[in-house]
C-alpha cells in the first residue's frame, strides 16, 4: 500500500498532461505565408485577422531560400481552418493612403497585422503566397464586375469611383497593361444593385479630371466629383437610341471611352483609309486632325508624308486619312442594303459617286489663333472631273487647293501694300504741318486777341450809350410824339380840303361859302386851307 | 575510532526544534516535547519516501517551467516572451554575461544541484547503503544552504513585473512558466525538508561505527 505522499507527484504528472493535451487540442494549423516584405510584422505581436476577429498570430519570420522573399509563420484558432482554402488571400494591413481614401489608419497605433479573405475553393492549403495590396472586394460582397479595354486609362487609380449619373455605385478594382502591351485593362465592380444598371447598351467614359468644351453655346464644365478630378474615375451610362438593353453576365467586356461625347456617339464601325494629295504646304495639319463631311467629322488624319513627283519635281504632300463610313449616315445605310458587296467595294462605290458629284479634299484652317488644320470633304461647284480610280488599295480622294493658301497670299499683298505706304515722309509732312499749325496759333494768341478784346469793348460802349438813348424817358420820344399828332392833324386838314374842293371847285375862285362845312371836319380850328 | 552515543541505543529522543532529550516511548502513542511542545519522532516517518515524491514532482514540474514562457517583456518596438534559457541565452549573446550567469545559477544550477543532491542521497537512504556518509551529509547542508536562493528567478520576475508598467512604452508580464518554476521550488524545498539526515546514519552494517 503506497503512502498517500504519491499523490503529489502524481498531480504533478496531471498537470503536466494536461499542458500537453490542451495545447494539442487548441492547436490551430500553422501556415506559412511569403510576403515581399516583413514590414511592421513582428513575431509574437502581429496578429491574424478575418474581418478584424483575432484568428491567430506570427510565431516566425525568415526568409525564403533564395533571399527575395519573406516566409511569414502564424499560427491560427482551430476555428479558423475553414478560411485556408487554397485560394485565400493574405495581406498586411497598413496604413495607405491615396486621394479621396484612406484604410489601416488604426494600425498606425495598433501596428500592422494580417488579414485574410477566404475564397470558394474547397481544397485547403497551409503555404500561402501573400498579396502585396488588399483584395480590392471583400468575398461574398453582391455586384458584377466589368472589363474595360482602353487605349489609355489616363489618372484612374485602383479603387477610383465608379458613377452612375453621378452616384457612386462601383469602384476600380484592378487595372493592368494588355498583355502585348497596346492597350489597357481596368476591371470595375458595381455594386448591387446597381449591377442592373450595366447593360449590353451601356456606355463606359473616363471621368476624371476636368471636362472643359467649348461649344456654340459657350463654354461647358464636367466633373463627377471633386474626388474624381483627383483620383480620376469613371462613369457610364446607357447609351441612346440602344436597341439590345439585355443584362450582362460578370466579367463583361466593354470599351472605356475618353469622355462621354465619344461614348455616346453612335457606333463608327469599321474604318476605312483614304488617300489624299496635296500640292500645297500643310503646315498644321496634325496626326489626329479631323476629317470633315460637309461640316460632320468622320475621320481623323492617320498619317502626313512628304511625297516626290519626279516629273513635276514637286513635293507634294500624302494625307492618310482613316474615315468611318458610317457616319455618313444614311448614304452609307442605303449603300449597305444593296448587293453582296464587301464592305470595301460598297465604300469605294459611294466614294466614286460623290467623287463625281464635286467631292474633293481641302485643308482649312480649323483655328486662325493656333493655325491649326483640317481636312473637309466638300461639294466644290465647278470642279474639275477628275479619274477616280475605285479599285486601287487605297481610295484616293482628289484635291483642291486649301482656302489658307489664297487667304495668305491675299493677305501677303494688302501687307506688301501697306508696306509700301510712304509711311514716312507722311509722317515727316505731318511733322511740319503741325509745327505750322502751332505756330499760327500762338500768332493768334499774342496778336489777334489782345486786338480783339479791345474791340469788344469798344463795342460794348458804343451799346451802352444806344441802350441808354432808347430809355424810356427820353425827351426827343415826346417830340416825335407831338410832331406826329401835328402831322396827323395836317392830314385831316388836307383831307377835308380835298373833299370840299371835290364838291365845290367853284370855290376855288369864289371862297368857300359859310354855311357849306368841310366835310368831315367838327371843329376846323385854324384849318389852312384856301378860303 | 571509538562509535559515538546515540539516541537510539540509549533509549532517548531528541526534539528537532529545541534540540531538548526527552526519554523515549513507544511509538503506538504521540509524544511532544515537555519543553517546546513539537511532535517527537525518532525519526522523521516516511521521510525517504516523501522526499523521493516531491523530488520527483518538482522534477516533472521543472519541465513545463523551462519549455513555457516566464515573461513577457514588451516596449516600443513590440513585444517578446522569453524562457528561461533564452533569457539567458539572450543576456549572454548580449553582452550581460554577469547576469546570465546569476540567472543561469539560480534557475538552472540550483536546481539541477538539488535535483542531483537530493536524488543521491534519497538513492543510497532506499539502498540502504553506508557510502560516504559525512559526504553526504555535507551534501546535505548544501541543498539547505542553496535553498534560500532558490526562488531568486520568481523574484526578478515578481519584482520586474512590479516595477515595469509603462503602458506603451514598456511593460513585463509574468506568464505561466514562472508559476510551474515556484512550483519547482516548493517541490524541492518539501523534500529537502522532509528529508531526515540522521537516516544517513542509522543505514548499514557498520551504523555503529
Known sequence: ?531 | MSSPIRTLTVGLVACRACGLLSRRVPDTQPTYCSRCDTRLHERMPGSAEKTLAWLIAAVILYIPSNVLPVMYVSGIGGGQESTILGGILSFWRGGDWPIALVIFIASVAVPATKFLAIGLIVLTLFRESDWARRQRTALYRLVEFIGYWSMLDVVVVALTSALLQFEGIGAAEPRLGIVFFCGVVVATMISALSLDPRLIWDMGRNSEH
Open chain 1, 1 to 531: 500500500m503506497p503512502s498517500l505522499i504519491w499523490l503529489v507527484p502524481a498531480v504533478a504528472v496531471v498537470i503536466g498532461l494536461s499542458l500537453v493535451v490542451n495545447a494539442w487540442v487548441t492547436a490551430g494549423p500553422r501556415i506559412t505565408i511569403s510576403f515581399q516584405t516583413a514590414q511592421g510584422l513582428e513575431v509574437g505581436k502581429t496578429l491574424v485577422k478575418h474581418r478584424n476577429v483575432t484568428i491567430g498570430q506570427v510565431t516566425a519570420i525568415s526568409l525564403s531560400k533564395d533571399g527575395n522573399r519573406v516566409r511569414v509563420s502564424a499560427e491560427l484558432l482551430k476555428s479558423a481552418r475553414s478560411l485556408l482554402t487554397s485560394d485565400a488571400q493574405f495581406w498586411v494591413v497598413r496604413p495607405r493612403v491615396g486621394i479621396g481614401w484612406a484604410t489601416g489608419l488604426e494600425t498606425l497605433l495598433s501596428g500592422s497585422y494580417i488579414a485574410v479573405e477566404a475564397g470558394d475553393a474547397t481544397t485547403k492549403r497551409t503555404e500561402f503566397v501573400g498579396v502585396e495590396n488588399p483584395p480590392p472586394l471583400t468575398h461574398g460582397v453582391l455586384g458584377k464586375s466589368v472589363l474595360l479595354h482602353a487605349a489609355d486609362i489616363g489618372s484612374l487609380a485602383l479603387g477610383a469611383p465608379v458613377y452612375f449619373r453621378h452616384f457612386e455605385v462601383g469602384r476600380v478594382i484592378d487595372r493592368k497593361i494588355d498583355a502585348g502591351g497596346n492597350g489597357a485593362r481596368v476591371v470595375l465592380f458595381i455594386d448591387a444593385p446597381y449591377d442592373a444598371m450595366v447593360t449590353r447598351a451601356t456606355r463606359f467614359w473616363n471621368a476624371g479630371g476636368i471636362d472643359l468644351a467649348l461649344r456654340a453655346d459657350g463654354f461647358k464644365l464636367r466633373t463627377q466629383s471633386l474626388a474624381s478630378v483627383l483620383a480620376g474615375g469613371v462613369a457610364f451610362d446607357g447609351a441612346p437610341n440602344a436597341q439590345d438593353v439585355g443584362p450582362i453576365a460578370s466579367g463583361a467586356e466593354f470599351t472605356l471611352f475618353d469622355d462621354q461625347e465619344a461614348a455616346m456617339a453612335p457606333p463608327a464601325g469599321d474604318p476605312r483609309y483614304v488617300r489624299m494629295r496635296f500640292e500645297q504646304s500643310l503646315r498644321g495639319l496634325s496626326v489626329g486632325a479631323p476629317v470633315e463631311f460637309v461640316g460632320v467629322t468622320i475621320g481623323q488624319v492617320f498619317a502626313v508624308d512628304l511625297d516626290y513627283d519626279q516629273e513635276h519635281k514637286s513635293f507634294p504632300v500624302i494625307v492618310t486619312a482613316r474615315i468611318y463610313p458610317r457616319r455618313m449616315g444614311k448614304a452609307y445605310l442605303v449603300l449597305e442594303q444593296n448587293g453582296t458587296a464587301t464592305n470595301e467595294e460598297k465604300t469605294a462605290r459611294l466614294v466614286e459617286q460623290l467623287v463625281a458629284r464635286g467631292l474633293r479634299a481641302q485643308p482649312r484652317t480649323g483655328n486662325l489663333l493656333t493655325g491649326q488644320l483640317y481636312v473637309a470633304l466638300d461639294f466644290i461647284p465647278g470642279a474639275r472631273p477628275v479619274r477616280f480610280a475605285a479599285n486601287a488599295q487605297t481610295l484616293e480622294i482628289p484635291t483642291v487647293p486649301g482656302g489658307t493658301q489664297e487667304l495668305q497670299q491675299k493677305l501677303a499683298a494688302v501687307v506688301a501694300k501697306i508696306d509700301r505706304l510712304p509711311i514716312n515722309e507722311i509722317g515727316q509732312q505731318l511733322h511740319t504741318d503741325l509745327v505750322d499749325l502751332d505756330q499760327t496759333l500762338g500768332d493768334i494768341r499774342m496778336h489777334v486777341l489782345p486786338a480783339g478784346t479791345a474791340s469788344m469793348q469798344s463795342l460794348r460802349t458804343t451799346l451802352d450809350r444806344v441802350n441808354d438813348t432808347l430809355a424810356d424817358d427820353a425827351s426827343w420820344r415826346e417830340r416825335v410824339d407831338q410832331t406826329l399828332d401835328e402831322g396827323r392833324r395836317t392830314l385831316q386838314s388836307l383831307r377835308s380840303l380835298a373833299d370840299y374842293l371835290d364838291r365845290h371847285p367853284e370855290a376855288v375862285l369864289r371862297g368857300r361859302h359859310p354855311s357849306q362845312p368841310l366835310v368831315g371836319e367838327k371843329s376846323a380850328p385854324g384849318t389852312s386851307g384856301p378860303q
